[in-house]
């Protein structure tokens, strides 16, 4: 194992273990920790991403309507446990904009106590969730809302450091054209100190130096003076704090897990990794329990603060805790010092970080031409529902339901039903192909021609699937049509799937599940002619298969 230490090898071996609780294997806690040639930018890439997270998260605690050090602390409680129980080594969880926003009405409303026991809640059902394997349903989330997500997040970074610029002194335009002007310079010429941190380092002194007079971190919010200590939230035990805050313990985990799981898909292509979906879920939960013990709001995964670690070489473990830990010490210790920071500096790592997180190419005029019209519109509504409600989950919700429609409409129109007359007329078989389910049921039951088929119809479907009750009812209704002409109907050739379904929710007789056509097909035109049922053909280039179901009568 070349260039691989005994210790870091041990680690692996200890990842891959799992802890067993009464019979259910839960993720472990252990897992490898870089190298000692790692830690030095681990290090670094952990400070930057601290600051980067001080006026963030400050600014979510006055939209939770709360006073900042709930959200300073929350950042540090969330961002040093999930280091060690997290599934997604490198990404960045705290106190987060999304979740503010849930909250807000009911600090408003309750006050801060009820958030706190919301919290408590919300990390229980994310640990829950996490074990029971909810993470897997993030494979339904398709690639164009996943882009429309990336998008809207990186207009929202964007936006959000407008109100630091726009209306302000003409000093800070300069130090924010500065502070890019290093961020892009620097790392064309070593790559040993992450740009972020010499933009931060180098605009403190010329505003201090200079006693240039722009706005600070310190003009943000009052930093704490003092470290957290746990207690218990105080709110009465009742079924009537349960009714409380239950819908805000729903939603904020919904909201929470969906954000993480998505950033984590989104470090998983920058970094070329995999990530643990479940344990990130569980994981998550444990933070935000410990969270709202030590008096945090609830946090999970922060995307412009994940690229900043990224970017700054942040890979594994160790980033996180150095940015939980490197956050704590900035705004307690040495508030005095950050709070001289401007926020100019800030703002051009943040405009800089959602340059790189748009998807650029997703725009472009040579994707758009390509791009099928129905992926496109899912990328639009999605980052027009996230981008004017500032809720991830809106915008996800909307995303999926309507790539949902596009596909329900585009399978629907891919069932194809041909015949054959065998050559003594006597029978006529009819060959299904495609997926039968509620959308194409009507197509299905106009693709026969009731009234000129011979008196014995044969249905073979071993092309076909069969998917849910609305198929087996227009299945019903063809045998139906045709026992009141007097006509005799077999449905052959069904996949055992298909055949259980079929037999479980018919109310017609049992049908044949596996065997085939019983007449000789012949390819000659038959001179009886047949329904045809023709359906719009999609306009989507994606589409592999024909877009008619039709009947091709042939003897």
Known sequence: MTGVSAREAAGVAAGSRRAVIGGLRLPALARRWPGARHVRVELLAGLVTALALIPETIS??????????????????????????????????????????????LVREHGLNYLLATTVGVGLLMGVLGVLGVARLMRFVPRTVMIGFVNALAILIFTAQMPHVIGKSWKVYVLVAG?????????????????????????????????????????????????PMPGIP??????????????????????????????????????????????ESWGLGIAN????????????????????????????????FAAGGFLLMLVVPLRDLVRHIPMSALVAVMILVAVMTFEWRSVAPSTLRR?????????????????????????????VVLAALLFTRQVAHLALVTSVLDPEGGERIYAVQGTLFFAST??????????????????DLS????????????????RTKYRERGTEVTIVGLNPRSAVLLQGLSAEPTVEPTAGPTAKATTEPSPEPTAEATVEATAEPTAEATAETATKPAT
């Open 60 to 105: 979510f605690s006055v939209v939770a309507g709360v006073d900042p050090k709930v959200g300073l602390f929350a950042s540090f409680t969330i961002s040093v446990i999930i280091a060690f129980t997290g599934g997604r080594p490198a990404m960045i969880s705290a106190a987060a904009g999304s979740m503010a926003l849930v909250a807000a009405p």
């Open 179 to 227: 502070g890019l002007a290093i961020l892009l310079t620097v790392p064309r010429l070593t790559t040993a100190i992450p740009a972020p941190l010499v933009a931060v380092a180098v605009l403190t002194l010329v505003t201090c130096g200079f006693h240039v007079s722009v706005p600070t971190v310190g003009d943000e919010g009052r930093l704490p003076s003092s470290l």
């Open 234 to 279: 105080d709110v009465p035990l009742t079924w009537q704090t349960l009714r409380i805050i239950a819908p805000y313990v729903v939603a904020l985990t919904a909201v929470g897990l969906l954000e993480t799981l998505l950033t984590a898909q989104i470090v998983d292509r920058m970094t070329d990794s995999t990530h643990d979906p479940n344990r």
């Open 289 to 320: 329990v410990v969270n709202g013990f030590f008096g945090g709001m609830g946090g999970c995964a922060m995307i412009g603060q994940t690229i900043v670690n990224v970017n700054s070489g942040g890979r594994g473990r160790l980033s996180t």
């Open 371 to 399: 791009m099928p019209r129905g992926e496109t519109a899912v990328m639009v509504v999605t980052v027009a529902v996230v981008v004017p409600t500032h809720n991830l989950a809106y915008g996800v919700l909307v995303g």
């Open 442 to 459: 009507g197509d299905l039951v106009n693709a026969f021609a009731y009234g000129r088929d011979p008196a014995r119809i044969v249905i």
């Open 463 to 478: 092309k076909a699937d069969v998917l849910d009750s609305a198929a087996v009812a227009a299945l019903d209704d063809v």
